[in-house]
């Protein structure tokens, strides 16, 4: 069954380092997401990205926070300057558009510690 | 206006028992209303989804009940077993273009289901 998948699970950096969080969304998805999930919190919409672009994308995604799909395959998400507060599980998505039951695929997740 | 209130915020239950998660959303734009599970360390997974065309949606033990007049939704899990342990999500987005993974979550339910 196709998946859409994550690296690197885990990611452990410094208050103020940049990161990069990559996924690979299910082959033939359009649509792509990043989510992000607080320790015992509710699951965030960050953006959505479509087309080589941002379609929409929430308070919580400000100037820190970059997608990028350099390639036919990888979708990226960077946070410029990490804060603390920014320790969470961040989820990708992908979602084929236009069929009638479509639903968003969901990664495993990468859980980011910032210290 | 964009909130998506779920209660309870745990269960338990013994095994064979009917858990019902309740959900309440206030944007009356939402036309998609599909329900997450998570296992611990997991990305959500859809387990089923409604869009407001009909009442009530089974799949298998789960059933989503929708009631359009008083922006609620409803998940009964029937015979509920020890491996339907997790974290339940309801969550309400638009049903058009890619928006189906631009989704509102709410908090969780955390359910137990003790053999």
């Known amino acids: 069954e196709p998946e859409v998948t994550q690296t690197p699970s885990h990611q452990v950096t410094q208050m103020g380092q940049e990161v990069i969080l990559r996924c690979v969304p299910i082959?033939?998805?359009?649509?792509f997401y990043w989510y992000r999930q607080i320790l015992g919190q509710k699951v965030e919409f960050l953006v959505s990205f479509y087309n080589n672009e941002i379609s929409e994308k929430s308070e919580i995604f400000d100037d820190q926070f970059s997608v990028e799909r350099p390639d036919g395959s990888n979708f990226t998400l960077k946070i410029r300057s990490t804060k603390l507060e920014d320790s969470a599980m961040y989820f990708c998505a992908s979602l084929i558009p236009g069929q009638i039951n479509t639903e968003a695929f969901f990664g495993q997740g990468t859980r980011l510690t910032v210290v | 206006q964009q909130q998506v209130k779920q209660s309870p915020q745990s269960l338990i239950v013994q095994k064979g028992g009917i858990p019902i998660i309740n959900c309440a959303y206030e944007?009356?734009?939402?036309?998609?209303f599909p329900w997450y599970q998570q296992f611990p360390g997991k990305g959500p997974a859809l387990l089923i989804a409604i869009r407001p065309d009909v009442s009530e949606k089974k799949e298998g033990r789960f059933t989503i009940s929708f009631n359009k007049s008083a922006k609620q939704f409803s998940l009964h899990i029937m015979d509920s077993q020890p491996g339907d342990s997790a974290t339940y999500f309801c969550a309400a987005g638009l049903n058009y273009g890619g928006s189906q993974g631009n989704l509102i979550f709410g908090k969780g339910t955390k359910l137990s289901v003790k053999p």
């Open positions: 944007n009356t734009a939402f036309d998609y």
């Open positions: 082959s033939n998805h359009l649509y």
